[in-house]
């Protein structure tokens, strides 16, 4: 009798713990998407961002360069073994792309809420996903 209790009791942790996982692979998996498509446009349509380019003070050649930066780093955070340091480096490169927008006065543009909720994205992806990234982060105690 008490076996039965104690497997009615964690069923909803169980069932929690499984939504979570979903709904992190969900976000990782739109960051990875959105990143992929960034780098590929970077380099296979860089004249489609001419404009946002030369509005943030970038040459037209950097495509070249970021395109497979975006791109490693999607791949990186796509990789289960390689993931946490994907999130690093998708960290850095969006907080590169903030700073970039602030520098040029568009505080709250849209590039800068979307490269921010790409990066939290990132982050909640992963904690959502992983226990050992909520062990060292826990949120509550």
Known sequence: MSETMNLRRQMPKTVALHGAL???????AFVVVALA???????FAPAQIAGMLQETGFSMDLTHVVGPIILACAILYAIPATTVLGAILVTGFLGGAICAHVRIGELGSAPEII?????AMTWGGLYARHPRIRAVLPLIR
Do not use: K, N, P, V
């Open 22 to 28: 979903w709904a992190g692979r969900i976000m990782s």
């Open 37 to 43: 498509a960034d780098g590929t446009i970077q380099l």
């Open 115 to 119: 490269s921010l909720l790409l990066g």
